[in-house]
């Protein structure tokens, strides 16, 4: 679908895909606009609220789901892309998307990170990377820098910092893009087209968090567009993740690798037949 | 264990014999086609399969009883073990009990039994297997083998031709196989040592051949499931695998998941979508699911656990059967987390038993654990074709558009209407954290006593009916066990019975919630208890010492795995318990 | 900033007006957060600025007697968002009405730059003409807001000093 010939005017305009559930996130924490990207992608795309299911572990931004107005599974942490595998298998005529943060997904979640990329169910994931875990109150995550000095621990973890979009194209996601919530109308562009993109389409939001990290406000002057256009060679979309600042927006691959098969297939037999092998 | 009277035990049990040797020699298949036969005989009878640990070329036996009747369990002694070669097969010994009127078989290439298996003072006979097959072009020394077992049972010769015709592809194969048969029987003739069988009585219904994995698979579809997420692991893996096919036949599927984590994980969002699902695990994948079973409870999502229990703790004992997996089923969830814990009786059962584990679970919105173990997993069994159970497993859905819709709405029952995603004008977010009745994250006092007072009336208030627990029998002592140990002591308690000593047998086929009224009726004249269970520390005595007023004469009749609980080991401790 | 706005009339008053509408919304955002977060001065002061932005989008429609906008553009100036729109990171819990109202004076500021902008890029002279029509307006908005914060209490300089430490809700 091309985006840029989507309908004028939108049946229902992103406010339809908000609750009247109002979040409990810090004022300024990038959160918030992410929240206001997918439902403005949502309505981009005019779907039906009732047919998308938003699914999240836990942290402050697995918060998202009970925020919308479609249905929601606020899950355990880090097993939201389980609980979305399990469901878009099962139910493969909604539009499912996963949200959650950097250490729900990289750290305890790191293991269903990887499988949901290889296995390429038709998921969208938006993860909201903030450096950090906001939930508990400032500890370092696999993405925050070596030398950031916290708590838990002093003067750094001394630790490389993790690479999830490489990570996402080296494991088979179909779709790796990055995006910034000091952008929601950017960020609801990539977004809406990760949903249309078939597979498991991965977004990586940069998203502050002005409570344990107020220097991620200077984000809004390291980011920049990516200057050329999404590629379908993995190669070449390595090279460009690998070597880029970290800061570049925009949709960075876009495979055609063919999604998951194992989707339920209409039925041939009953349960009686099931019973003829056992029959003596 | 000094055998009483080995001759009665026979006559009562059927004929039990065991098929061992090493990797390659093809004494499984060998087995098989020997429960076949009796099968297609009118026979009824039971496969037990044990091996060592290598993956390929290990030792390995068939342990077989074969009767006219029903067979839920092995008896206490084989009649016959009958041999290819004895490369590490004394490691079965413990397994293999002999007795003296037992004939022991093996291989004339090989020279004599290990001194393991004459110390019973069973018999030797020495058989050229190796030089007969080689002497019929094509054949295998496996069928010489399964054509001297079935002579030694009283089989007929025709059911073990069918059995072999059945599973042998080519022409030539199966004339030289078959020759191999004859020349088996015949060097059977005039060996005894095993009273053959009587003939069989006339056959009422209809027979299956199924294995407890199979059975708990095929009757979790029966329930419903059409979703399953799993991890394999030993011995749980069958049930996954004869599952997969089938699901795939009729309009489901099966994810094999990155790890348990994600398989619980996995249905339960399955089940969210409204699919019923089901995982299927061991000990050391239940532990790592406990997490995502409570996150089934607070979400009130219906998912189905089945637990094959396997030696614990850890890795354990991974091919070997034990209880051990009951204490972590009802106490190892976090929080207070009302749940569901059946465990069949019998292979046959584990149709029945996970059906109705999957009808509760949807009914009642709530996670149900199955224990199963490797005993009743892996053995194959004939039965009685299962009857089709009318269960009413329909979750409560509310209507399109429903006025005032909350998920989590404190009802009579405890049960809520189930919001499926799709379903217009009932939008809500299904959550682990506690929350409100319209499913709003809530640490209010008031919000945390109703959903918990919710979450536990509707398992304790639902009606079971008779399924709870098979009562049988009449006694001022009764025996309580469940799961596959009550197939020793119901063996033994019949045993009993034939020699005039009464004892009660309680069997709980649903462990939790603790049925404690039903429990204390069935132990109404009763004065003395004996708990029966295979595990170390007696996990379901001290299960039911915490809920139940038990008499106050009780004891305890626990021994973990490996060796399973043998009848005639049960009928001596009830009789001297009930003699004390 | 998207060179549509220039081109026409329409497209110019369809990018006003989203304009408005996108600060609005951020204003009515963040209101509900300071509310969230018990800062109700601040949450109503936020909620007053939203009401002013709401208005100036109808009037505009009533205008055009538009019920709908003809067209979605997307406006950025200065940054990813529209000119009047706040940063979403430029709140804080403990914020006073003052520096609300130094986020509105910094948004009014940077539309009066925009429109400024815009009335030098445009080749079309109607658009030319409301776009200094609406810088001048933007300039009373300056000085009104100005005028207002004023009125307001100036924050102390501890005003972001909070003696407990965050609270896990994990
Ligand atoms: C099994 C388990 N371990 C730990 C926690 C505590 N916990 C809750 S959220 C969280 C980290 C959240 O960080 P992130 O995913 O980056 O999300 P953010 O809050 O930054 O949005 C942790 C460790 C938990 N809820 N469950
Ligand atoms: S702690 Fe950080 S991530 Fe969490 S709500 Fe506050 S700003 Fe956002």
Redesign the pocket.
Known sequence: MDLAEAPARAPRTAAAYKSSYKP???P????FSVLSAITKALAKLDLTPENVAVVSGI???SRIPAYTSCYGFHGVHGRALAAATGLKVARPDLTVLVTG?DGDGYSIGGNHFLHACRRNVDLTYVV?D?H?Y??T??QPSPTTEPDWDSKLSPGGTGVRAFHPLVIALASGANFVARAFSGDPNGTAEVIAQAIVHPGFSFVEVL???????PEQRDWKDAVHPAPVEATDDPARAARRIMTDDGFNLGVLYKGNRAPYKGYPAPARAGVADLEKEFEL | MPNASPQKTHAAGGVSIALAGSGGSGVMTAGTLLLTAAAGAGYYGLMVRTSGPQIRGGEAAALLRIAPHPIDGLDDRFDALVALDWGNVQRFADEIPLAAHSVVVGEEAEGEAPEIYRASGARYVAVPFKKTAKSIAGSWANMVALGFAGALAGLPREALHEAAKGTLKKAETVAANLAAIDAGVAAAQGVGGVTPLPPPGPRSRARWLISGNEAAGFGAIRGGVRFVAAYPITPATEMLEWMAPALAKIGGALVQAEDELASVNMIVGASYGGVPSLTATAGPGLALMTEGIGLAVASETPIVVVDVMRGGPSTGIPAKSEQGDLAIATQGLHGDAPHLVLAPTSIADCVATTQWAVALAEKLQAPAIVLSDQFLGQSRAVVDRPDELALDAKRIVPEPNAPDYKRYRDTPSGVSPMAVPGNPGTVYTADGLEHSEGGIPSGNVRDHQLQLDKRARKIAQHDYGERWADVEGEGEAAVITFGSASIAAREAVARLAAQGVRVKLIVLRLIAPLRTAELARALDGVSRVLVVEQNHSAQFHRYLRSLADLPARQQSFHRPGPLPLRPGELAETIAAWRNA | MTADAASSLDAFFAAAIAMEEEAAQRYEEFADAMDTHNNAEVASMFRRLAAVEARHADELMAQRGWTALPLMPRIEFEGCEGPETTPADAVHYLMTPWHALSLALANEERAVRFFEQLARSTTDETVRRAALEFKAEEEEHVVLVREWMGRVEKPPVDWAVDPDP?RYTD
């Open positions: 409990i996130w810090c300024g924490c990038g959160d942290g402050c931004s943060g909201m903030n950090v906001g939930m109150k400032g998203s502050p968090c002005v409570t344990f990290r | 965050p």
